[in-house]
T-cell receptor, first 112, second 111 residues
Framework: NAGVTQTPKFQVLKTGQSMTLQCAQDMNHNSMYWYRQDPGMGLRLIYYSASEGTTDKGEVPNGYNVSRLNKREFSLRLESAAPSQTSVYFC???????????FGSGTRLTVV | QKEVEQNSGPLSVPEGAIASLNCTYSDRVSQSFFWYRQYSGKSPELIMSIYSNGDKEDGRFTAQLNKASQYVSLLIRDSQPSDSATYLCAGGSSGYSTLTFGKGTMLLVSP
């Protein structure tokens, strides 16, 4: 039982490059989320998907796009990476009934 | 007032003591509350959830919710060095909602 799987675990990008962070869950959860975690800032919501076929902006969506590919997968894309996007990115999921999130292991992204 | 606030710590306790972690919240996140533990370099893991006033116990952990005072706390009894981590408080509003996280309190348990 893998839970929430994120790839890659580490990535270094140059300013202006693009990349997609992948997330998949095998718990049949309806809702999925992307957060970023920065020192002193805590976890901040980037985008979320309440159910398959829907996506919504969170607190810090600028510079990101998302795709809910199917019920299992929710990807986060950086079209033109900036140093300010250096962070640790966490994907999470929950059944959609307020029971608490299960987090993936995270992606540590550095933009130089 | 920020929606979910925690003292950043560190909170230092000796092994075997009770660690008390506190969190206050605003009206916007007033229905459901969660405590997560995050070890350095790892992802948050859910420890406890609490939805109604009072105490909820699970092993060495007790979550307390006081809606009148708008605070939620986590007590860790018989603290162990392996409990040393950052503890995140999170709150959600009524119906479907995303969670808002506090910045976390670092707990250090010394042998």
């Amino acid at each position: 039982n893998a839970g929430v799987t994120q790839t890659p675990k580490f990535q270094v990008l140059k300013t202006g490059q693009s990349m997609t962070l992948q997330c998949a869950q095998d718990m049949n959860h309806n809702s999925m989320y992307w957060y970023r975690q920065d020192p002193g800032m805590g976890l901040r919501l980037i985008y979320y998907s309440a159910s398959e076929g829907t996506t919504d902006k969170g607190e810090v969506p600028n510079g990101y796009n998302v795709s809910r590919l199917n019920k299992r997968e929710f990807s986060l894309r950086l079209e033109s990476a900036a140093p300010s996007q250096t962070s640790v990115y966490f994907c999470a999921s929950d059944p959609g009934q307020g029971g608490g999130y299960t987090f993936g292991s995270g992606t540590r992204l550095t933009v130089v | 007032q920020k929606e979910v606030e925690q003292n950043s710590g560190p909170l230092s306790v000796p092994e075997g003591a009770i660690a008390s972690l506190n969190c206050t919240y605003s009206d916007r996140v007033s229905q459901s509350f969660f405590w997560y533990r995050q070890y350095s370099g790892k992802s948050p893991e859910l420890i406890m959830s609490i939805y109604s006033n009072g105490d909820k116990e699970d092993g060495r952990f007790t979550a307390q919710l006081n809606k009148a005072s708008q605070y939620v706390s986590l007590l860790i009894r018989d603290s162990q060095p392996s409990d040393s981590a950052t503890y995140l408080c999170a709150g959600g509003s009524s119906g479907y909602s995303t969670l808002t996280f506090g910045k976390g309190t670092m707990l250090l348990v010394s042998p």
